[in-house]
């Protein structure tokens, strides 16, 4: 049986595919985000998925169950779904893929996925990904990026994107990324770097600057101020509430310190030095323990937006 549902197989112009997996090298759900903003934006048609069957220990990912119309339970798979976007003042069609990480037979995943991009004579595959680091929130996110070809690296370059000199252990973006390059299409990888105290908050700063790189970077042309407000809105949130916490402040004025005096997060020639790698845990370093920053951002955070939601059912009902 084949691993691959085709639900529509339009003709496509060389398109671009541009590919997001949730789990390892999706800190703060960042890389994800932006490929949901993108399905936001442009409404695309399902065109294909790769069955989950065959890749998941479902005991470590889950499906999940959920009543519709209040009655009847209805079961959600792991999916990983290709979605087509045409567009004629594009000068090529978009391929968006969004997945989960899976954990079994990733060759044969590989082969799958490849099986659709060489189906729809796919021109380039855009991988995104997003990382813990000892990065702080308030400084610019940074981006690192990759590509065996040396145009797209000078592509890359050319928007201030430096190459990653990362080794070790891999996700399956690498495992991708390498497939395709011996496939002999062209591919190149995005990451952005995720203040590993916000860990578990969808960080919308993060994913903006991956959606900003990638809109230069493929020339997009998306209108992107809304979700640029947003992290800057968003900014200004942890960094008030940091304020509020003496240790918390200092921590953060401590990674803001090493960032200003040259610590490079992308060296890791020097296991002192601030790393930035989807596969090492972020070290502190001389600096204190983060943990107690963590839980108490992020419950504030869960807090302001639980408040927000409310606030906003009351103004609904308010109107009506």
């Given at each position: 049986m084949s691993q691959i549902h085709y639900h529509n197989q339009p003709e496509l112009r060389e398109p671009v595919v541009v590919v997001a997996f949730g789990g390892w090298?999706?800190?703060?759900?960042?890389?994800?985000?932006?490929?949901?903003?993108?399905?936001?934006?442009?409404?695309?048609?399902?065109?294909?998925?790769?069955?989950?069957?065959?890749?998941?220990?479902?005991?470590?990912?889950?499906?999940?169950?959920?009543?519709?119309?209040?009655?009847?339970?209805?079961?959600?798979?792991?999916?990983?779904?290709?979605?087509?976007?045409?567009?004629?003042?594009?000068?090529?069609?978009v391929i968006l893929f969004l997945g989960t990480e899976p954990q079994l037979k990733w060759k044969t995943f590989c082969t799958a996925f490849l099986d659709v991009c060489k189906k729809f004579h796919a021109s380039e595959v855009v991988f995104l990904g997003a990382l813990l680091a000892d990065v702080p929130h308030s400084l610019t996110v940074p981006i690192t990026g990759a590509s065996a070809d040396n145009e797209v690296m000078e592509r890359l370059h050319e928007m201030d994107v430096q190459n990653s000199r990362y080794e070790g252990p891999t996700g399956m973006i690498g495992v991708l990324h390498d497939a395709s390059h011996h496939a002999r299409i062209s591919s190149a990888t995005l990451w952005a770097a995720a203040p590993h105290y916000l860990a578990a908050t969808p960080n919308v700063k993060v994913t903006a600057a991956l959606l900003t790189y990638l809109n230069q970077f493929l020339s997009f042309g998306l209108d992107l101020h809304e979700i640029q407000s947003?992290?800057?809105?968003?900014?200004?949130?942890?960094?008030?509430?940091?304020?509020?916490?003496?240790?918390?402040?200092?921590?953060?004025?401590r990674l803001e310190e090493q960032i200003a005096n040259g610590v490079d997060p992308d060296?890791?020639?020097?296991?002192?030095?601030?790393?930035?790698?989807?596969?090492?845990?972020?070290?502190?370093g001389p600096l204190p323990s983060a943990d107690s920053l963590i839980r108490d951002v992020e419950e504030l955070l869960r807090e302001q937006r639980g408040n927000g939601q409310s606030q906003q059912s009351d103004d609904e009902e308010e109107s009506e």
């Open positions: 090298n999706d800190a703060a759900d960042s890389a994800t985000t932006a490929i949901k903003f993108l399905i936001d934006q442009w409404s695309p048609e399902k065109i294909a998925e790769i069955d989950a069957e065959d890749f998941f220990v479902f005991t470590e990912t889950r499906p999940t169950v959920k009543y519709v119309d209040g009655a009847q339970r209805s079961i959600t798979w792991p999916t990983n779904q290709f979605f087509a976007h045409t567009d004629l003042e594009l000068n090529r069609d947003d992290a800057v809105r968003f900014e200004e949130q942890v960094t008030a509430l940091v304020a509020k916490d003496p240790e918390a402040r200092e921590y953060v004025r060296d890791n020639e020097d296991e002192e030095d601030l790393v930035i790698s989807p596969d090492r845990a972020p070290s502190s």
